[in-house]
C-alpha cells in the first residue's frame, strides 16, 4: 500500500486488522478480565510468550487500538496508554530511574511536572533543572550518573521552545535516554522521533483528546534507544530484541505495578478525539497566530509569548521544527491593567486551568498554576505576576478578536 497522510492513517489503521463484526470502530471492552478454555493458553498470554489479555489493569483491546493509534501519529515503535499525562511521566521515570541515578531537565516546565521530579529528587534520584534552549546547558550539567535528558517541546506557559536537535545530538553521542514532552505540539505538528528522542511523552487530555472530555496520556518508544546499552533494565526484561525492552519494563512497571491504567470507555473517546487531530491544530494554529499579533499590536498589553511572532527568541527554531506554533500563547498586561478585570469581560473564552480543548480558556498564571512556586521561583521562570495563558480554541477568529478587543476596552 502507498504511504498515507497523518489523517488517512489516524482513519483507517485500526482496520489493519479485522474489526470484530465489521464495526467501523473498534468496540469498548470492558472487562476486567479475559478468560481462557485452556489453561495452557492463559499461562502462554501470562507469560508473554504470546500476544492477548488476561487482567485490565495490564490493557484491554481498546487501550491497546489507542496505543497503536498513539505508535502510528508518532512514527514510533510501541506505545503504554496511561490515565494521564502525569501518570505517563511518572510512570516512565519510576521504571527508568533507580536511586542514586541523575537526569536533566528542561527548567521551563509544566509545574506539576517540576512538582514530580521534586518529589523523586526525595527519593534519591537528582535532577538538575537547566535552560534546555541551550544544548551546552544540559551537556554543562551531565555527570557520570546521568541516566536521562527531559524537555517539553514549547514550554508552557512562556513558549520556550528547547533546542530540540542539539539534546537530541548529545543524548545520542553520550547513550542518554531522550524524553521529549510532546504535549504541546502533538504528534501532528511535531513527532521527538526526528530529533532522536527516545520516548515521546503525550498528555492525551489536550490536542490528542481534544475535546475537553477525557483525561489520559501516553509513553511512546521511538525504538531509536539501544536498551542493551541501559544499565537499569531487570533481568526479566532483557528477553530478545533490545528494542522492546525499554517498553517492556514500562509496562510492566507502570500498569502491572503502579496501576496507572487507563479505562476503556475513556480510551475510545479519546480514539475518537483523535481522528480529527489535524483539523484541529490547523484551525488552532491560524487562531492562535491571529490572537498573538491582535495583542502584541495593542496598547494595553505590554508582552506577548508566542513562537510564531518574529520577535520571540526561537521564532526561527519553531519555523524549522514545527509544522505550526501550536495554541499555547501567554500575555502581560501593562502596569494599571487589572488583569482580573480583563479576564471577567471576555464571553467567549472559558477561565480554566485545562489546555489543548476546542474550546479558547484563559488563565491568571501567577495566582493558579504557579501559585506553590511563591513569587521568587516565578520570578527565576520568568513567570510576572500579570501573566494571562490562554489556551486557543477552534471559535471563528472574527469572535475571539471581537472579545479580547472588548475585554480590553476598544
Ligand atoms: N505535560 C504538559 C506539557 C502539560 O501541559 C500537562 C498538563 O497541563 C501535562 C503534561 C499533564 O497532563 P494531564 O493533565 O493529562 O495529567
Known sequence: MSARGFTTTTLHGDRARPIEHGATHKPV?????????????????????RPGFVYGRQGTPTTMALEEKITRMERGFQTIAVGSGMAAIAMALFALLRAGDHFVSSRF?????????????????????VDA??????????RPETRLVFVETIANPCTQVADLAGIGELCRSRGLVYMVDNTVTSPYLFRPRDVGASLAVNSLTKYIGGHGNAMGGAVTDTGLFDWS????????YRQGDPVVWGAAQIRK???????????????????????????????????AQALAEFLAA??????VYYPGLPGHP?????????????????????????????????????????????????????????????????????????????????????????????????
Not at 509544566?110 to 533543572?129: C, K, P, Q, W, Y
Not at 487507563?262 to 491544530?281: D, F, K, Q, V
Open 253 to 287: 512497571k507502570g500498569l502491572r505495578d503502579a496501576g496507572a491504567t487507563l479505562s476503556p470507555e475513556t480510551a475510545h473517546h479519546l480514539s475518537i478525539g483523535a481522528e480529527t487531530l489535524a483539523l484541529r491544530m490547523e484551525r488552532v494554529c491560524a487562531n
Open 314 to 410: 526561537q521564532h526561527a527554531r519553531a519555523k524549522a521544527l514545527f509544522a505550526g506554533n501550536s495554541g499555547i500563547l501567554s500575555f502581560e498586561l501593562k502596569d494599571g491593567v487589572d488583569c482580573f478585570d480583563v479576564l471577567g469581560k471576555l464571553e467567549n473564552v472559558i477561565l480554566s486551568t485545562n489546555l489543548g480543548d476546542n474550546r479558547t480558556l484563559a488563565i491568571p498564571v501567577a495566582p493558579t498554576i504557579y501559585f506553590e512556586l511563591g513569587p521568587e521561583r516565578r520570578a527565576s521562570q520568568g513567570i510576572a505576576e500579570s501573566l494571562i495563558r490562554l489556551s486557543v480554541g477552534i471559535e471563528d477568529a472574527g469572535d475571539l478578536l471581537a472579545d479580547f478587543g472588548r475585554a480590553l476596552g476598544d
Open 29 to 49: 471492552h470492558n472487562s476486567a478480565a479475559f478468560g481462557f478454555a485452556d489453561a495452557r493458553d492463559l499461562v502462554e498470554v501470562f507469560q508473554g510468550k
Open 109 to 129: 516546565l509544566f509545574g506539576n511536572t517540576t512538582s514530580l521530579f521534586e518529589t523523586f529528587a526525595r527519593m534519591g534520584i537528582e535532577v538538575s533543572f
Open 298 to 303: 495593542h496598547p494595553k498589553v505590554a508582552k
Open 133 to 142: 534552549t541551550e544544548a551546552a546547558d544540559v551537556e554543562a550539567a551531565l
Open 229 to 236: 546499552r541501559y544499565p537499569n533494565i531487570d533481568d526479566l
